[in-house]
């Protein structure tokens, strides 16, 4: 379920805090045996004489092999395949193959559907309110399938799963059970009880069908769970489809590197979790890619900038899918408007992070874990979203070649963008450029400046080279669009010729801090922090990579000091290439050569503490520029 977001309200430190979530849905994998009536299965309570858990990346199988020995003697041995169906998304299944090796007896195995789950899987979180569903319905319908309903709080997306439960011996034939049904609210099972055999195979194969309110094309979602699981193939036929389903993907996505196996491991893994996260099935939903997919509460499933690091990946190999997102963005047009009216600007301010409209998600106060207290959070700062989604469209567009999207869905979204960031600029007329305060970097770690009541930073030289090369990119697609489109839109907005050459100008004249000779201050005034003790820190502490949570344990700020939490400056050199940034900063009238780019690099290596898996990223894609080995 994409997009299954739901808000609720907490008081903390004394003011109601809302925040919107990714709401955990009921749970579908309840499956488990019991031998002899004694206790149901419990991992920790037996002896494991074997455990292998493998992710069949090809074929998107979860494969579980177990043998387990229990505190009668008794030996078992445990298989279970478990698949997500990618060629049916509202169908998931797990096969269960359970083997006494040295006991005959009476099994019972129970399937449920528990939708008395609530959000609970981030430990920092867990002071916030988390009981997103009411239990609307759960029980056993006639057609001896069991089912659960269940609508989220304040959303009202309601959801329902239903699930059906099949028993065969190692033939395929099914083996005659009885069966007592349970419900009580928000909870429905089955438990099956049928004679073991020492040496006889079990299998069980659970299908389920989940659907929600926010699929088309359906009368309820309850009748169409219902409807779907009752209809399904067997275990096999939908592991069928599924593999075809797969096939396809990595014929169009796999990426394929003359390097060790285990490389070549690391790189499908990753590309199979985009892929759970974003595929052919998401091109009809809409939504976005958030920070950490939809495989967790991490994040609140919210979608930051990440997608600036993804798209480039999906243009090459499933376009369509990069329209289908990009238009995420531009369906929450509206809402980026009255953001930046609301800040006292024009055009469209998207914010830090989206949910369900595409208001700011971004909570106004974190937890450090640390040192437990609850601080102001001023992440929203980060204005350098509109920058990414404005990169994304023109990336987009050169890819593709579509000018179809570019006409009526990307000049607007990029226009407006360009016309907040005309609003929150000022012209210093002592430098005779353009200056944009009041931001925070991608860095993370910089907020404010070190007892200052100034709101964020001025001129953080990752927001204004990217605002240059918006404005330039914007004259370009004015000129680019047919005089029917171009009159269409300048009437739709507004736009006048004067504001067109407000861009160009500050294409041209953008300020750039730099410091030491040649490196690009990454806001002003970073040159006249403190130096950190890394070596120190790195002893006392060994991870170091949240050094923001650490010095305000130790009552200091990570204001006070040159260091990153991730790359900044570096993200310049990580999205464009040599010859392109030298362009760009020419544009501007600032020169820089190779020996710049890196020391630079250099510079800004040596001053982060990668708190963020982006920054390796950037990281080691920026260093190979100059050190291909």
């Not at 309840?30 to 455990?51: A, P, Q």
């Not at 979203?385 to 579509?402: C, L, M």
């Not at 963020?612 to 291909?628: I, K």
Request: hydrophobic share 40%.
């Amino acid at each position: 379920m994409a997009g299954g977001y739901n808000r609720l309200t907490t008081e903390i430190v004394g003011r109601p805090i809302e925040n919107e979530d990714l709401v955990n849905l009921p749970n579908w994998l309840c499956l488990t045996f019991r031998i002899d009536g004694g206790d149901w299965f419990d991992l920790s309570k037996v002896e494991i004489l074997s455990y292998r858990q493998e992710l069949n990346v090809r074929e998107g199988i979860l494969v579980r092999t177990l043998r387990v020995i229990d505190d009668k003697g008794r030996e078992t041995k445990i298989h279970s395949r478990r698949i997500v169906n990618m060629a049916k998304p509202h169908l998931a299944a797990i096969e269960m193959t359970i083997t006494p090796k040295n006991w005959s007896g009476r099994l019972d195995i129970r399937s449920a559907l528990d939708a008395t789950v609530i959000n609970s899987g981030v430990a920092r979180y867990r002071a916030l309110a988390s009981d997103h569903l009411i239990r609307q319905d759960a029980g056993v319908g006639d057609d001896g399938n069991s089912f659960v309903l269940v609508e989220t709080v304040q959303s009202g997306l309601k959801v329902a799963e239903a699930a059906r439960t099949r028993i065969f011996d190692d033939a395929r034939v099914a083996i005659k059970t009885t069966v007592e049904n349970t419900a009580r609210e928000g909870y429905a099972a089955q438990t099956y009880s049928l004679d073991a055999t020492d040496g006889q195979a079990v299998v069980i194969e659970k299908t389920v069908a989940l659907y929600t309110s926010r699929d088309r094309a359906i009368s309820h979602p309850l009748i169409e769970a219902v409807n779907a699981v009752g209809l399904a193939g067997d275990f096999a036929e939908l592991l069928r489809g599924h593999e075809v389903a797969w096939k396809q993907l990595w014929r169009r996505c796999d990426v394929v590197l003359d390097q060790r196996q285990r490389v070549q491991m690391i790189l499908r893994v990753h590309i199979f979790h985009l892929l759970q996260t974003a595929s052919r099935n998401t091109v009809d939903l809409d939504v976005g890619i958030p920070a950490r997919g939809w495989h967790g509460e991490a994040y609140r499933g919210h979608i930051f900038w990440d997608e600036l690091y993804i798209f480039p990946f999906l243009n090459y190999n499933i376009p369509e899918l990069t329209h289908s997102l990009l238009r995420y963005r531009y369906r929450r047009l509206d809402e980026a408007r009255a953001g930046a009216v609301e800040a006292g600007f024009k055009g469209a301010m998207f914010p830090w992070q989206s949910g369900t409209n595409g208001r700011e998600e971004t909570q106004s106060v974190h937890l450090n874990p640390k040192s437990g207290r609850w601080l102001p959070d001023l992440s929203r700062n980060q204005r350098h979203v509109n920058i990414a989604i404005s990169y994304n469209v023109y990336q987009y567009w050169q890819t593709t070649g579509n000018d179809g999207f570019m006409s009526i869905f990307g000049a607007e979204l990029l226009f407006e963008i360009c016309r907040f960031w005309a609003s929150i600029a000022h012209f210093n007329e002592d430098r005779d450029r353009y200056e944009i305060h009041g931001v925070m970097g991608p860095d993370e770690y910089h907020e404010e400046y070190p007892g200052s009541d100034e709101v964020g930073l001025r001129n953080n030289a990752y927001t204004n080279v990217m605002v240059a090369w918006c404005m330039d990119i914007a004259c370009k697609v004015v000129d680019s669009l047919l005089p029917y489109r171009r009159e269409e839109l300048c009437e739709t907005l507004e736009l006048t010729d004067d504001e067109i050459s407000i861009w160009t100008d500050m294409s041209r004249k953008l300020y750039v801090p730099f410091h030491d000779d040649g490196i690009i201050s990454q806001f002003e005034g970073y040159g006249d922090l403190k130096e950190f003790d890394w070596e120190g820190y790195r002893e006392k502490y060994g991870n170091i990579a949240r050094l923001d949570r650490i010095l305000e344990a130790e009552g200091d700020s990570a204001n006070n000091y040159k260091l990153s939490k991730q790359a900044d400056v570096l993200m310049l050199f990580y999205l464009f290439s040599e010859d392109e940034l030298a362009r760009i900063l020419d544009h501007l009238g600032y020169k820089l050569d190779s020996a710049d780019i890196r020391k630079n690099i250099d510079y800004y290596s040596a001053r982060t503490s990668h708190g963020s898996t982006l920054s390796t990223l950037v990281q080691s894609a920026v260093t190979s520029r100059y050190d291909r080995d």
